[in-house]
């Protein structure tokens, strides 16, 4: 019976060792598809906004390391001052509710660059209650840009535009006003 039990116990082994192949296979197929994304993947603990994971993305992005992520209130705290209170209340009562939510706001990066960031959130409950946050952040900035461009090419039309209407106006008044100088002139000859 000890050698059946032997080979029963070898083949165990090796089944266990090809599902652990298998896992380890699938979990790098998972984190390189992630990685692969162009935005930031995150999941952060709905109670107190710590993250438990960030994507390489974050780094690249941001500049910040993956572990300064997990530190507890670093979001917040790279969140621009004057975006910062607006967007966590919001988040935070959403996630309290366990509703998805989208955040756009403005994010100071290592470098002391402000990134603009459009974040899907959503809340993962369990027994009822929000447990986990998760997402991704992606880097609006470039379409900010344009938006500021943009608006700053229509005020400018709409100024030149003003100024037109001026002349249009002034060469009217100059108009009647030598055609009124022109009847004076032929009443004085």
């Known amino acids: 019976g000890s050698v059946i039990g032997s080979f029963a116990l070898v083949s165990d082994i090796s089944e266990l060792k090809q599902a652990e192949r ?28 710590t993250f438990t ?14 572990e300064a992520w997990h530190g507890e209130g670093f979001w917040r705290q790279h969140l621009h001052p004057e ?7 919001q988040s935070l009562g959403c996630t309290a509710r366990g509703e998805e ?5 403005r994010f100071l990066a290592e470098d002391g ?5 459009q974040d899907y ?8 209650k929000p447990r986990w946050r998760r997402g991704i952040m992606v ?11 943009r608006k700053r090419l229509e005020h400018q ?3 030149a535009q003003r100024i037109e209407a001026v002349g249009r106006l002034a060469g009217g008044v100059a108009h009647d006003f030598n055609n009124k100088l022109s009847v004076i002139l032929g009443y004085a000859e």
Do not use: C, M
């Open 139 to 149: 880097d609006i900035t470039a379409k900010k840009e344009e938006e500021k461009e």
């Open 101 to 105: 939510h989208e955040l756009e706001y």
């Open 157 to 159: 039309l709409r100024q």
């Open 113 to 117: 660059r402000v990134i603009w960031i």
């Open 83 to 89: 975006d910062r209170e607006r967007v966590y209340d």
């Open 53 to 66: 994971y960030v994507s390489k993305q974050a780094e690249r992005l941001l500049g910040y390391p993956a």
């Open 22 to 49: 298998v896992l380890k296979n699938e979990r790098t197929r998972f984190v390189n598809l992630v990685d692969s994304v162009d935005g930031i993947v995150w999941e952060a603990d709905a109670a107190t906004f």
């Open 121 to 128: 959130v959503t809340v993962v409950s369990e027994d009822g």
